[in-house]
């Protein structure tokens, strides 16, 4: 399906978007466009609360917050996870903080001890029968308001509409194009957070686009500049979804990117670009693996092969459980509304993008650095959200990204611009994405 061709113009709705290749600028700091998508969006959509190491144990819990939304994500048995609104059904206290454990399977109320089963069944009330009338004390009354939950790839979703379909559903195609790449074998190396005074769009749709690399990363590019970068032989085409998701095929074309360098030298450099850039997409591992092949006299034409050969031995020996390499796949993708994805060697940065709050121009941006271990790691530690981590503490692929999209919303509220123009070819996903709110928002 072409992300454009069937757009339905929904003028049903402030600031929405009649021309596919236009997105006007008021969507990304209208206070009414954000009071909609609070409304119409984020209660009805599969969205990711955590992951599944965050809540390993019976008892474990970690909060999301998602607008003025807290959800308590709750491991109630080895296989029973549940979502409950961070809210005491006596006077509505909050019954955790950021992340913790539940002890003794029971969830105190720390106000006037109220407590509840981890099913969100309550078990106690302090002084019921001369305090509280029958009605109050209704056992469904009294039970935890709850979300949806789906799992899927090693992460937790949520979905506040009881009416939703389920996850496996809303998924859809992109389910097909990610199980081959092991989501659920991956385990947190890092996952750091900063928040950006920009709107939540904003700051994913710089990870929705390979357009920029040219200019915004130079060390990806290799310094070249306009007709020395061949956009075209580092992107491939993209496929949308109707749920809103999408990715990015790697291009086919057997060109590089950038003229007058060898297969081994823009491999190299790219790989050496990102370990030092992210040390996520490319991690210790790989470049162990390239510096020994560096080392022996091996034909530049050769090398990425080779790179290949020598990582799934290495995987093999180690007890890696490798998929097959993603440039059989995708190149990198989006989870509708606001994940996305950066797939490597069996590694992966995740992204993920929500408003601050309420202010449509802040938003909380978290990356997630996940690797599939090898036999002997064991379980890893519950990981620990680092941040927010200052922009100019990012190493400096993130910071080129961040001053972007920093710079853009400081663009998109003035009176310069009064949509933002969009390339059909490059920049499908961000167009997938809008088109996809806009269902949401008008209803459809
Ligand atoms: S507010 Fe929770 S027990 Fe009173
Ligand atoms: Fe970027």
């Given at each position: 399906?072409?992300?454009?061709?069937?757009?339905?113009?929904?003028?049903?709705h402030p600031h929405a978007i009649?021309?596919?290749?236009r997105v006007p600028a008021q969507r990304y700091y209208s206070a009414e466009f954000a009071r909609l998508e609070k409304e119409k969006l984020w209660?009805?959509?599969?969205q990711?609360?955590?992951?599944?190491?965050?809540?390993?144990?019976?008892?474990?819990?970690?909060?999301?917050?998602i607008n003025?939304?807290?959800?308590?994500?709750?491991?109630?048995?080895?296989?029973?996870?549940?979502?409950?609104?961070?809210?005491?059904?006596?006077?509505?206290?909050?019954?955790?903080?950021?992340?913790?454990?539940?002890?003794?399977?029971?969830?105190?109320?720390?106000?006037?001890?109220?407590?509840?089963?981890?099913?969100?069944?309550?078990?106690?009330?302090?002084?019921?029968?001369?305090?509280?009338?029958?009605?109050?004390?209704?056992?469904?009354?009294?039970?935890?308001?709850?979300?949806?939950?789906?799992?899927?790839?090693?992460?937790?979703?949520?979905?506040?509409?009881?009416?939703?379909?389920?996850?496996?559903?809303?998924?859809?195609?992109?389910?097909?194009?990610?199980?081959?790449?092991?989501?659920?074998?991956?385990?947190?190396?890092?996952?750091?957070h900063v928040i950006l005074p920009c709107n939540w769009k904003m700051a994913q749709e710089a990870f929705l686009e390979?357009?920029?690399?040219?200019?915004?990363?130079?060390?990806?590019?290799?310094?070249?500049?306009?007709?020395?970068?061949?956009?075209?032989?580092?992107?491939?085409?993209?496929?949308?979804?109707?749920?809103g998701?999408?990715?990015?095929?790697?291009?086919?074309?057997?060109?590089?990117?950038?003229?007058?360098?060898?297969?081994?030298?823009?491999?190299?450099?790219?790989?050496?670009?990102?370990?030092?850039?992210?040390?996520?997409?490319?991690?210790?591992?790989?470049?162990?693996?390239?510096?020994?092949?560096?080392?022996?006299?091996?034909?530049?034409?050769?090398?990425?092969?080779?790179?290949?050969?020598?990582?799934?031995?290495?995987?093999?020996?180690?007890?890696?459980?490798?998929?097959?390499?993603?440039?059989?796949?995708?190149?990198?993708?989006h989870?509708f509304p606001n994940l996305t994805?950066?797939?490597?060697?069996?590694?992966?940065?995740?992204y993920r993008s929500r408003p601050n709050g309420d202010d449509p121009e802040n938003c909380v941006f978290e990356?997630?650095?996940?690797?599939?271990?090898?036999?002997?790691?064991?379980?890893?530690?519950?990981?620990?959200?680092?941040?927010?981590?200052?922009v100019?503490?990012?190493?400096?692929?993130?910071?080129?990204d961040f001053q972007n999209v920093i710079g853009q919303q400081k663009g998109v509220r003035g009176?310069g611009v009064d949509d933002l123009?969009m390339?059909?070819?490059?920049e499908?996903m961000i167009i997938?994405s809008h088109?996809t709110i806009d269902?949401h928002l008008?209803?459809?």
């Open positions: 399906m072409s992300p454009t061709s069937d757009l339905e113009a929904v003028a049903s009649t021309d596919p290749k209660p009805h959509v599969w990711v609360a955590c992951r599944l190491e965050d809540i390993p144990e019976t008892g474990d819990y970690i909060e999301y917050e003025n939304e807290s959800v308590l994500v709750v491991r109630e048995s080895e296989d029973s996870i549940k979502a409950y609104y961070n809210a005491c059904r006596h006077r509505a206290t909050a019954l955790g903080n950021g992340a913790g454990t539940f002890h003794g399977g029971q969830i105190v109320c720390p106000y006037h001890g109220w407590r509840w089963n981890l099913d969100g069944s309550n078990s106690y009330v302090y002084a019921s029968q001369r305090g509280f009338t029958p009605a109050c004390l209704d056992k469904e009354n009294l039970r935890l308001r709850e979300c949806q939950v789906g799992t899927w790839g090693g992460m937790v979703f949520i979905n506040m509409d009881p009416q939703a379909p389920p996850l496996e559903q809303y998924l859809g195609g992109i389910k097909k194009v990610l199980d081959p790449i092991g989501f659920d074998r991956m385990r947190v190396r890092w996952w750091r390979a357009y920029h690399v040219m200019q915004a990363h130079p060390s990806l590019a290799m310094g070249a500049a306009d007709d020395d970068y061949d956009l075209d032989a580092f992107a491939g085409d993209f496929e949308c979804f109707d749920e998701h999408a990715h990015m095929r790697p291009s086919t074309s057997g060109e590089l990117p950038v003229k007058g360098m060898t297969k081994a030298e823009y491999f190299v450099q790219y790989n050496n670009a990102l370990y030092f850039g992210t040390d996520a997409f490319t991690t210790e591992r790989e470049m162990f693996i390239q510096q020994g092949l560096l080392d022996k006299d091996i034909p530049d034409d050769e090398f990425p092969a080779k790179f290949f050969e020598a990582l799934y031995e290495y995987a093999q020996g180690a007890g890696i459980p490798l998929p097959p390499p993603v440039t059989n796949t995708t190149g990198y993708g989870i994805f950066l797939p490597g060697y069996g590694t992966n940065i995740i990356v997630w650095a996940v690797q599939i271990p090898g036999a002997e790691a064991g379980e890893p530690e519950r990981p620990e959200r680092e941040g927010p981590i200052p100019d503490q990012w190493p400096q692929i993130f910071q080129e009176s123009m390339s059909g070819p490059y499908a997938n088109r269902r008008g209803g459809k």
